[in-house]
């Protein structure tokens, strides 16, 4: 519906507003879209990292990101936020990790990063309740039609 589709197109523009820098948002991106099992989501955000430039290794080794020395802090800061907001109906934010994560992100960034996690996370749970099709995705400035 396309009431829905802009309502997500309207929060994605929201969350792109601010400092914090594409690949860290991708990142976090396809965390969430890989503990929602959302093939479509890691799909888009992989190619669209790829096409950024991004190291395969580090958009490889994103599963796996707390084994693999290639994220900053940063990232796993951010990463590690990513999979608390995207678990939250299995547990809750402890006061000592938002603490910690407070510490390496100013509060405008976290919000960035927050609205990032939640809209990734709606994205997610449409894509798979509706079974988006996969393998149809052109990276942003691929220069290919859509």
């Known amino acids: 519906r396309r009431e829905v589709a802009a309502a997500m197109r309207s929060l994605k523009d929201a969350e792109e507003v601010g400092s914090l820098e594409f690949p860290l948002l991708e990142l976090v991106r396809i965390r969430a879209s890989q503990l929602n099992g959302c093939a479509r989501c890691v799909e888009i955000h992989t190619k669209d ?9 580090r958009i490889d080794l994103v599963a796996v990101w707390r084994e693999a020395p290639c994220y900053s802090p940063r990232e796993r800061a951010a990463l590690a936020w990513a999979e608390e907001l995207t678990l939250l109906p299995s547990r809750t934010v ?20 927050t ?21 149809a995705h052109v990276p942003r400035g691929s220069g290919a039609a859509p």
């Open 49 to 57: 990292l790829r096409a950024a430039g991004e190291d395969d290794l």
């Open 94 to 113: 402890p006061d000592p990790f938002y603490d910690a994560t407070r510490a390496v992100f100013s509060e405008d960034e976290l919000v960035q990063l």
């Open 115 to 135: 609205l990032a996690v939640i809209t990734v996370n709606a994205w997610n749970r449409l894509a798979v309740a509706f079974r988006a099709t996969i393998g």
